[in-house]
């Protein structure tokens, strides 16, 4: 289960861009929506138009980290299943801020068992 930590802490109105900034090239080809502080410099991460939320964003680390511990970082899951909602703060983020996943990893096998074979 992975929670994150309140990033935004508020909802933010639209405002002035920086000096020297080109919001129109920033965004590229997502939808266009007025500037505010929430949808810029990291906490991007937290709108769907631009990233994916904390487990995409800082939680990927985490879960390498256990991979790794559980010493499978050499396979790929076979499934991967995910569930978020928003339970914990009132800002303007649209990603889950909590979420659980689940990945099934196949166990190694051997084509054939270790075993003697009669001529």
């Not at 080109?22 to 991007?44: E, I, M, S, V």
């Not at 990603?95 to 084509?111: E, S």
Request: proline share 7%.
């Amino acid at each position: 289960m992975w929670r994150q930590t309140n990033v935004l802490q508020n909802r933010a109105k639209p405002s002035w861009l920086p000096a020297g900034v080109n919001y129109d090239l920033w965004l590229g080809p997502a939808p266009k929506h007025p500037f505010t502080r929430n949808r810029w410099h990291y906490k991007w991460h937290w709108f769907w138009d631009y990233g994916g939320g904390d487990l995409v964003n800082d939680g990927i680390h985490h879960i390498d980290l256990a991979v790794w511990g559980l010493g499978k970082d050499q396979q790929y899951p076979r499934q991967v299943g995910a569930s978020g909602t928003q339970l914990w703060y009132d800002d303007d983020h649209e990603t889950p801020d909590t979420q659980i996943t689940d990945a099934a990893v196949a166990q190694r096998q051997r084509a054939l068992p270790n075993c003697e074979i009669e001529k």
